[in-house]
């Protein structure tokens, strides 16, 4: 069945960086984009970017530019978003989700990763 | 703050039809697609309706998506208990250059 599976929990420090990946099956990985959306604790989502499986476009939320990093392995039809600079605002579920296509919204979601920046 | 505004809770008894709405502006709602996503607690969101009023395979015709100018809403009829859960809207901003969502609403079954 289509499914994302994502990596497991991060515990990092304030300035370290993570990065989390997301590795898709039961479909042609090239074919499909991969959003990013993260959701802290107790608040609602918020996407971070968009990454084209095909060639590789990238997409960033103004947020996030300059700390954000999306990439993909189409060798192992996987997805990796790396994000630099941590700080403890930067705690939240990150989860991948499957873009169909441009206005058909997000189909298939990875189960999420907890990202926590402490000291 | 969300740049698409959602009551943050909403409620109804079993059976009952229940509506939420998403306001944005003309550069999201206004001249792009609505999407819907429900979270139930502690999994990851699920597409609810795409472009405006379009369900995906497997969601039931009890759920139903509308758009009118800037604002957009989401209807559940026949309200079931399994239907509580978090709802959030989401729109393309052109202004943006990127996703924008509401900042969800929690629907509680009485």
């Known amino acids: 069945q289509v499914q994302l599976v994502q990596s497991g929990a991060e515990v990092k420090k304030p300035g370290a960086s993570v990065k989390v990946s997301c590795k898709a099956s039961?479909?042609?990985?090239?074919?499909?984009?991969i959003s990013w959306v993260r959701q802290a604790p107790g608040q609602g989502l918020e996407w971070m970017g968009w990454?084209?499986?095909?060639?590789?476009?990238?997409n960033y939320a103004q947020k996030l530019q300059g700390r954000v990093t999306m990439t993909t392995d189409t060798s192992t039809s996987t997805a990796y978003m790396e994000l630099r600079s941590l700080r403890s605002d930067d705690t939240a579920v990150y989860y991948c989700?499957?873009?169909?296509?441009?206005?058909?919204?997000?189909?298939?979601w990875g189960k999420g990763t907890t990202v926590t920046v402490s000291s | 703050q969300s740049v698409l505004t959602q009551p943050p809770s909403a409620s109804g008894t079993p059976g009952q039809r229940v509506t939420i709405s998403c306001s944005g502006s003309?550069?999201?709602?206004?001249?792009?697609?609505v999407y819907w996503y429900q979270q139930l607690p502690e999994t990851a969101p699920k597409l609810l309706i795409y472009?405006?009023?379009q369900r995906p395979s497997g969601v039931p015709d009890r759920f139903s998506g509308s758009k009118s100018g800037t604002s957009a809403s989401l209807a559940i009829s026949g309200l079931r208990s399994e239907d509580e859960a978090d709802y959030y809207c989401?729109?393309?901003?052109?202004?943006?250059?990127?996703?924008?969502f509401g900042g969800g609403t929690k629907l509680t079954v009485l």
């Open positions: 989700a499957r873009e169909m296509g441009a206005t058909l919204g997000w189909d298939v």
């Open positions: 039961g479909y042609t990985f090239t074919s499909y984009g």
């Open positions: 990454i084209s499986a095909y060639n590789g476009n990238t």
């Open positions: 003309s550069s999201n709602i206004g001249s792009n697609y």
């Open positions: 472009r405006n009023n």
């Open positions: 989401a729109a393309w901003d052109d202004s943006l250059s990127g996703w924008v």
